[in-house]
């Protein structure tokens, strides 16, 4: 008698094909980011990230040394080099022009006759000769259309340029001085409400609870400025500067703390109430209690909220420039990298190697914590 089939359902390979193409969905834009990001900035400008291992072809601009730089030979005046050296360019030449209107319009190797009788010629390695019956003038070289098939170029200059710009190690500190406290301190006020509000009796308990999923559907962008207004009246009456880190953290906390202790009391709750009641038989306070068992217990939660709360202030740059400043000492590492780009996007380029960098440390903390993150977001969703 066949007790059962070795088969699988078409059902279990269509959740494993889907559960494969939302890894890749996730995955992809990180690979892709991290090879960007070792591209030569002139490929990476023209082709994608996916074409990183093949030949690119693209069409420049060169000049040739200048009318300083030429020789007399054969009643001629020569002008000789290596545009693509000369450029601080790689690659082979397939076509190159002296116009504008016409920038391919002669092969390696062909004599393009050029204006006032000179010629020029451009060989596959770069290698061009430019030759003129009389002297040549002018500050300048000629310009070069030239078309050039590029082997895959691989580089560290844009981390070298990120990584040395000036004040960049001040405000990786600062987004560390910023993103520690502001993750620690709501996971502690939170934790305190979350087993207040699941596990103590008390008038307007239901009341709470339901303002505290209330205030997760509130846009930061709508109480940031009242938030600011606050703090600054607060902070005048106590003799406390606008612009510091403990207004920042506040800031943060008090956006943090609505998803913190939702998330808390719903794993909180779910724990056994024999253990609790037995702690309370044997004389344990609430604070006891807390500490040697919810505590212990809720880590999964905490572990699962950290990761979200890191994530999210690192990353952040409104309210940091709104609560901490963009002083050159208050920078952080998002507003930093910002400050690099310039108001109109010059040296776009980093972006890649910038965002790389800015990922490396809550990457860091995902992988460590990420074994936590689905038991404590599944924490109340089922009975057990």
């Known amino acids: 008698m066949i007790s059962g089939s ?40 023209v082709t994608g990230w ?24 054969d009643g001629l005046f020569v002008l000789e080099g290596n545009i693509l050296t000369e450029n601080d360019e790689q690659g082979t030449v397939t076509a190159f022009g002296w116009r504008s209107q016409d920038p391919t319009a002669f092969k390696p190797g062909e004599v393009a006759e050029m204006s006032k ?61 910023v993103t520690i406290p502001s993750t620690v301190i709501p996971i502690l006020i939170a934790a305190f409400a979350a087993y207040a509000l699941a596990w103590m009796q008390f008038p307007g308990r239901a009341v709470l609870i339901a303002v505290v999923v209330g205030l997760l559907v509130v846009p930061l962008q709508m109480s940031l400025i009242p938030l600011l207004q606050l703090y600054n009246k607060v902070g005048g009456f106590f003799g406390v500067p606008a612009k510091t880190y403990l207004g920042i953290w506040l800031a943060h906390t008090g956006f943090g703390l609505p998803l913190a202790i939702y998330l808390l009391r719903n794993y909180i709750s779910e724990l056994p109430r024999e253990i ?17 068992i919810i505590l212990p217990l809720s880590f999964p939660a905490l572990a699962s909220f950290a990761i979200f709360q890191f994530l999210w202030v690192w990353n952040d740059l409104l309210v940091a420039m709104v609560f901490l400043g963009n002083g ?25 190697a910038s965002a790389f960098i800015t990922i490396l440390v809550p990457l860091g903390v995902f992988f460590s914590l990420q074994r936590y993150l689905v038991r404590g977001l599944l924490a109340g969703s089922v009975k057990g």
Request: avoid cysteine; proline fraction near 4%.
């Open 117 to 177: 009788g000179r010629k020029m010629t451009v060989q596959e390695d770069g290698h061009y000769t430019l030759t003129s019956p009389e002297p040549m003038t002018g500050s300048r070289g000629s310009r070069v259309f030239h078309t050039v098939i590029s082997p895959p170029i691989f580089t560290l200059d844009n981390y070298r340029e990120v990584l040395a710009a000036e004040g960049i190690g001040k405000s990786f500190v600062n987004s560390l001085t």
């Open 50 to 73: 996916w074409t990183a291992l093949v030949s690119s072809e693209q069409n420049l601009i060169g000049r040739t040394m200048g009318p300083d730089s030429q020789i007399e030979r």
């Open 6 to 45: 070795n088969t699988k359902s078409p059902l279990l390979w269509v959740v494993h094909l889907s559960v494969l193409l939302l890894v890749l969905l996730w995955t992809l834009p990180t690979i892709g980011l991290f090879v960007s990001s070792i591209r030569d900035k002139d490929q990476l400008a």
């Open 276 to 292: 609790i009641e037995s702690a309370r038989v044997d004389g344990a306070s609430h604070f006891d209690i807390f500490i040697k």
């Open 328 to 352: 050159e000492d208050q920078l952080v590492l998002t507003g930093r990298l910002r400050e690099m780009l310039g108001s109109r996007g010059g040296n776009w380029e980093i972006l890649t």
